[in-house]
């Protein structure tokens, strides 16, 4: 048990679906943030949430749109995506602002077809 | 970005082996961080290095900072069979956003019985 959840652990969807993949985190941290790992490729920062600001990696397509409600609940909305966009979306927290000692999720395995 | 070069890629060893690993970079590094990946589950944190020639340890593990700071190393010793993972590097650069840390693309470790 991490202290961070993830839901669904797995996702199989079209590409003219639309989806969210939600993340809770129990452990107090301040920020939130989502990562995505494709095989044989280092994992990549796409967004984060923190008390203080919003950060994007700006290389991340439009049809990945996140959603912070709190500062416990991360969610991805995935709209139209690419057969490309198949990955393992991992969701971590971190209480510094370095965003350094990250507490992941199981992560939800994502199959677009 | 900066990237981070892990090798090797990956590693078969005989249980009670010692283990050897490390990653390596262009540029100098402030930070460097040794992450572990079970199969089916999201990156848990080992060891963190602040300092140039900083040694930490971690039961079995142990992890050094390089005097060069563009370099740095984790060892395993006495490897067990739950060692097995994915062992991935990471660091954060003078000069990267606040939040972004970047990662290696791992060692994947095996270990036989």
């Known amino acids: 048990e991490t202290g961070v959840t993830q839901t669904p652990r797995h996702l199989v969807m079209g590409m003219t679906n639309k989806k969210s993949l939600k993340c809770e985190q129990h452990?107090?941290?301040?920020?939130m943030y989502w990562y995505k790992q494709s095989a044989k490729k280092p994992l990549e920062l796409m967004f984060v949430?923190?008390?203080?600001?919003?950060?994007e990696n700006n290389s991340v397509p439009s049809r990945f749109s996140p959603e912070c409600p709190n500062s416990s609940h991360l969610f991805l909305h995935l709209h139209t995506l690419q057969p490309e966009d198949s990955a393992l979306y991992l969701c971590?927290?971190?209480?510094?602002?370095?965003?350094?000692?990250?507490?992941f999720g199981s992560g939800t395995q994502l199959s677009v077809l | 970005g900066q990237q981070l070069n892990q090798s090797p890629q990956s590693m078969f060893i005989q249980e009670g082996e010692d283990v050897s690993m490390n990653c390596t970079s262009s540029?100098?590094?402030?930070?460097w961080l040794w992450y572990k990946q079970d199969p089916g589950e999201g990156p848990v944190l080992l060891i963190a290095l602040y300092k140039a020639g900083e040694l930490t340890s971690n039961g079995r593990l142990t992890a050094q900072f390089g005097i060069t700071r563009k370099d740095s190393f984790l060892n395993i010793s006495a490897s067990i069979p739950s060692d097995v993972g994915i062992y991935f590097c990471?660091?954060?650069?003078?000069?990267?956003?606040?939040?972004?840390?970047?990662f290696g693309k791992g060692t994947k470790l095996s270990v036989i019985p």
């Open positions: 990471a660091g954060h650069y003078p000069g990267a956003g606040s939040y972004q840390l970047t």
């Open positions: 540029s100098i590094f402030n930070t």
């Open positions: 971590a927290s971190s209480q510094d602002r370095n965003g350094e000692k990250l507490f």
């Open positions: 949430y923190s008390l203080e600001e919003r950060v």
């Open positions: 452990l107090g941290h301040n920020a």
